[in-house]
């Protein structure tokens, strides 16, 4: 058993001793490359992306592998992976907010 990060996961690993050797040394190099970054939005821009349930954020996480945190006070978004990852979340949450202001122009031009 290993407690691998701040909020106390607990990670079992069963195996051979070799093979959980193995496997411990390929979890701490996962858990160094992770990373977290705060990406600041509007309020408007948190409430979009929690309406429908969070299928936005949902999507992102599922197709990235990256996990997204919603914060309102002050709003945010927490995105945390591997920095291939965290890239990959930030470029489509810029697609996803970009889309969503131009449809509230278009909406307000109609």
Do not use: F, N
């Not at 058993?1 to 390929?26: F, P, Q, W, Y």
């Not at 992770?34 to 990406?39: L, N, Q, S």
């Amino acid at each position: 058993e290993a407690s691998m990060e701040k909020d106390h996961s607990l990670i079992i690993v069963r195996g051979t001793e070799t093979e959980r050797k193995i496997a411990l040394k390929i979890l701490r190099e996962t858990v160094k490359q992770d990373g977290i970054e705060e990406v600041a939005i509007s309020s408007d821009q948190a409430r979009y992306l929690r309406s429908g349930m969070g299928l936005r954020c949902r999507d992102i996480e599922a197709s990235t592998g990256a996990r997204l945190r919603i914060s309102t006070d002050p709003p945010s978004i927490s995105v945390r992976g591997g920095e291939a990852q965290r890239e990959e979340a930030k470029a489509q949450l810029r697609l996803v907010l970009e889309e969503e202001e131009e449809e509230r122009i278009s909406s307000r031009q109609s």
